[in-house]
């Protein structure tokens, strides 16, 4: 039986927005394990997890077809890692331009 705190905790730590959080080992190091946890216990509740973060499924195919033998909570775990990492660079790049408009131009 699935265990919904898994995928719920799967889902807060990808709602962490900072950078340093994401780079953090003890952050990687509970992703992993969610993530883990989750191909044990409810592998189509993290599919649907994978595709409402975005992480390309073809990407995913693709490396654990190359790593064979490898962790999947690994492979999985440095995709969801990647895909944080280019939502927060959107971010702050987005609000960069926001910054460059005058004032009285921004809706």
């Not at 780079?23 to 409402?52: C, H, M």
């Not at 790593?67 to 895909?83: K, Q, Y």
Request: net charge negative; hydrophobic share 35%; proline share 5%.
């Amino acid at each position: 039986m699935p265990n919904p705190s898994s995928q719920q905790r799967l889902q807060e730590l990808l709602h962490e927005q900072q950078e340093l959080v994401t780079s953090s080992p003890e952050w990687y190091r509970q992703l992993k394990e969610a993530v883990n946890q989750l191909i044990q216990e409810d592998f189509d509740g993290l599919l649907q997890l994978l595709y409402r973060v975005d992480v390309s499924e073809s990407r995913l195919r693709q490396m654990l077809q190359q790593l064979p033998g490898s962790d999947a909570a690994e492979i999985i775990t440095n995709l969801l890692l990647e895909r944080q990492l280019q939502k927060i660079k959107s971010r702050r790049d987005h609000a960069q331009r926001d910054e460059s408009i005058p004032d009285d131009e921004r809706w």
